[in-house]
């Protein structure tokens, strides 16, 4: 039987619980061409498109925070643009399928005039349509609302999770909510989202990046969990957890990677070294599951792990 989360816990000790299990899991670096001198983070999982596995990553130079998200195939070992494929002035992509349509977004960025360098506000956006080719708006989120992610239900409802920001004391908590269509993703269904209170400490924060729909009706989530220490130097983690959307319970977060866990390579600047950013899931039969990153806000990154939704289950 799940146990469910009555407290948050600090990061600091998920940290040594899983670090406990002594982890030997080795990532593998993602080499992305095609880009000139640019980096690829923050990509999200493989998905089909008419027959070709794709992965949508942020592209973006190193000393600046204006972006395009591309949509790349691998070639000979090394992920290239698709030639023909839209791209979008979005940062941190991702996708999830509602019936036959393929659903896409990414977060869209408001600067200071033309500085590269200074935001002023961020929103989620989506599209939709049937391939990456044909993808059109349909929504957008509230402002400074990152990591706002769909899952279609076996009763064809569609669940919202939402990450509103300083709210009742908190750096940030997540939001879940239920709508009908795709035509009831508004502002107004997002902001009256339940709130999942007992997830993060008040000055830690985090957000979903994928849902997955579990045997027995459950969701997984796959998402993250962040805290800063002095001179703002970021931590941020891959965290699971399983949330029943009958009752709105979820379980006690657990981590499923660290920054160790992958191979030495730069920064975009010295206090995002430890930050590995969820981007998407692959679960594999044999009980093992690929977990796609970016990884210090510079590179991208895959790992091998022991499937962690596979106990949610049982």
Do not use: C
């Amino acid at each position: 039987m799940l146990a469910y989360t009555e407290q948050a816990k600090p990061t600091v000790e998920l940290l040594k619980e899983f670090l406990a299990g002594n982890p030997a899991y080795a990532g593998e670096k993602l080499i992305f061409s095609g880009v000139g001198h640019r980096d690829v983070y923050n990509i999200s999982a493989p998905f089909l498109d008419r027959g070709e596995r794709v992965i949508a990553g942020r592209v973006e130079d190193r000393d600046k925070e204006s972006s395009e998200v591309m949509f790349f195939v691998e070639r000979q070992g090394k992920w290239v643009p698709r030639n023909g494929a839209p791209v979008f002035a979005l940062q941190d992509p991702f996708f999830t399928f509602i019936g036959e349509e393929l659903v896409f977004g990414g977060v869209e960025v408001y600067f200071d005039g033309d500085d590269p360098h200074y935001v002023t506000s961020w929103r989620t956006v989506f599209y939709r349509g049937y391939s990456i080719d044909d993808l059109v708006p349909f929504a957008k989120g509230p402002l400074t609302m990152k990591d706002i992610r769909l899952i279609q239900r076996e009763n064809g409802r569609i669940g919202v999770f939402t990450r509103p920001m300083m709210v009742d004391g908190a750096r940030a908590l997540i939001g879940y909510a239920e709508i009908d269509s795709l035509d009831g993703l508004t502002e107004e269904a997002i902001n009256e989202a339940h709130l999942l209170r007992q997830q993060f400490l008040p000055d830690e924060w985090g957000g979903a990046n994928e849902a997955h729909l579990l045997k027995g009706g459950l969701i997984g989530v796959l998402g993250h969990i962040a805290w800063m220490e002095e001179f703002n130097i970021r931590h941020y983690y891959p965290m699971v957890f399983a949330f029943n959307p009958e009752d709105y319970r979820y379980t006690p977060i657990k981590l499923i990677a660290t920054r160790a866990m992958f191979q030495d390579g730069p920064a975009k600047r010295p206090d995002l070294q430890d930050v590995i950013f969820s981007g998407g899931i692959v679960r594999h039969e044999d009980g093992t599951a690929s977990l796609y990153t970016g990884v210090s806000d510079a590179e991208a990154h895959a790992i091998r792990i022991p499937d962690p939704f596979l106990e949610y289950e049982s």
